[in-house]
């Protein structure tokens, strides 16, 4: 299971870069925690160069680290760390039921063992990670828990990239695609 450190959204919340790579454009947005409200701290977006990404998948991860860094440069972010986005066409996400009095090492344990009935491909193959939702509104003793997995190649070419722009990837969100359609990553 893919493990990335969680966005702490407390009260010590620093300055985190969110990242959506497309195939047409990178955009980044720079949010800080203000007074009990977030507040744009920067802004930037950059045309995706030509030929680097193809069907979804990140061909030249030193280009696209490029076309960030650039973003990164004009926007002025003060962050190194960043949110990375990956499409809801490269992502599978499914809200599953858990027993409510599970602790948190016997959940993920659950959640490790019960991956494979809800992605449809090989295991080792894909990067997983599950978030607790909350109590579960059908069922009082069970919890919903939204579990997300996209392959480990498309999560792999994103860290490249971000790092070759000299960038940390500190956590991971699903972005819903355009089509409502499920497609296979």
Request: include cysteine; charge should be neutral.
């Amino acid at each position: 299971m893919l493990k990335l450190p969680k966005i702490s959204l407390g009260p010590r919340f620093r300055p985190l870069i969110g990242l959506d790579i497309t195939t047409s454009s990178i955009k980044l947005i720079e949010l800080a925690l203000s007074g009990g409200q977030y507040r744009v701290e920067a802004y930037a977006a950059e045309p995706t160069p030509h030929n680097a990404i193809n069907e979804k998948a990140i061909v030249d991860a030193n280009a696209v680290g490029e076309a960030i860094r650039r973003a990164v440069k004009r926007s002025g972010v003060r962050s190194k760390e960043c949110a990375v986005a990956i499409s809801g066409d490269a992502a599978i996400t499914k809200a599953v039921q858990m027993p409510r009095n599970l602790s948190d090492a016997d959940l993920e344990q659950q959640i490790e063992m019960q991956a494979d009935q809800y992605i449809p491909f090989p295991m080792e193959e894909v990067s997983y990670d599950f978030q607790v939702l909350g109590a579960s509104e059908k069922d009082p003793d069970m919890r919903d828990v939204l579990l997300v997995a996209s392959r480990s190649e498309n999560v792999e070419q994103r860290v490249a990239a971000v790092t070759a722009a000299g960038l940390t990837p500190s956590s991971w969100t699903s972005r819903p695609s355009r089509s409502r359609t499920p497609a296979a990553c």
